[in-house]
């Protein structure tokens, strides 16, 4: 597809990236400190930017996260490049997990490349299934010193929406149930948990005043804890807020985006870190954030066609955002050297 050399063949020979933190250092020191860790999604050089250079500067931990599709998007040796730059530029601890990963292959691949986490998805699944597949990941990583997360309940709404007006909201899904939780991290031994509480991923997740299951949360987390699993770290997925003023400022400038939808409200995150959600995963809102400065630029400014005078004031936005969420969502601003 890049027309380069075959990715595996190439991280075979360069196998680590430059020292990263180890995602259970970080998971340890925030439960600790009682912050949650933004794990953003990463696809390309300017996000990456953005979401060190803030983090850098508030002296937040942070977890970049690759998806399948980012790999396909931009070659896993980009991004692995990438992010070895940022190691290099920043002081801050960092670390690289596999976000949404659906096979054992895929897992199996980024643990070979250096990968401190990854993320198994076979919610999909039978409870069985879903237990069988996430245990043959945690054996293969757990040899080669990587975390996993597994994902218990199915995400409301859509996975993947298509970017059309409408989406489908929180419809449909199933709700992770406490005892169930326990079951489930017993027998498949991963070592952290996203739950499905109300969460889904992209712009339309709530119509009008939804909210999360907060008590729900609260109820796995609880039944962890009395059954000796101790303060277990849990996984909220679907976390963007899906900011009013990016969707307006989209639409201002020619894009079309439904109006009524509304994400997690910044409360929400805030009680779900309080309850231990420890790592809290964004991406929708830095692609507002991305898409609203670009849409406006290339309105305001018809006759320029330099990408780095639109992608900029996108990177500057994203950083923005990025910045506002570890100071006043998250909470992990400040905690990177703790
Ligand atoms: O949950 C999905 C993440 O937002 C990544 O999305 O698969 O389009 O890269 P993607
Ligand atoms: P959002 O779509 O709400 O940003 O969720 C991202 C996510 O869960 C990535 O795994
Ligand atoms: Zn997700």
Known sequence: MHGLPDAATYLKLTKNFMPLTHTND???KALKGKYALGAFNVNNMEMTQAIIEACEEEKA????????GARDYAHPVYLKKLIEAAVSLSTIPLAVHLDHGDTFDLCKQCIDEGFTSVMIDASHESFEK?????RKVVDYAHKHNCVVEGELGHL???QFDDGEEGGNYSAGGHYTQPEEAVQFVRQSGVDSLAVAIGNSHGAYKFKG????DLERLKAIKRALLDSGLGDYPLVLHGASSVPKEYVLEINKYGGQLGEDTAGVPEADIEVARRVGCTKVNIDTDLRLAMTAAIRKFMAEKPKEFDPRKYLGPARKAVKDLVRHKVRNVLCCAGHAFD
């Not at 931990?61 to 399948?68: F, K, N, Y």
């Not at 879903?130 to 996430?134: A, G, M, R, S």
């Not at 005043?209 to 999360?212: A, K, P, S, T």
């Open 26 to 28: 970080l998971f340890a």
């Open 61 to 68: 931990p942070v977890m970049l996260q690759i998806s399948r």
């Open 209 to 212: 005043e939804q909210h999360l």
């Open 130 to 134: 879903n237990v069988e597949i996430c």
């Open 156 to 158: 409301v709404g859509a």
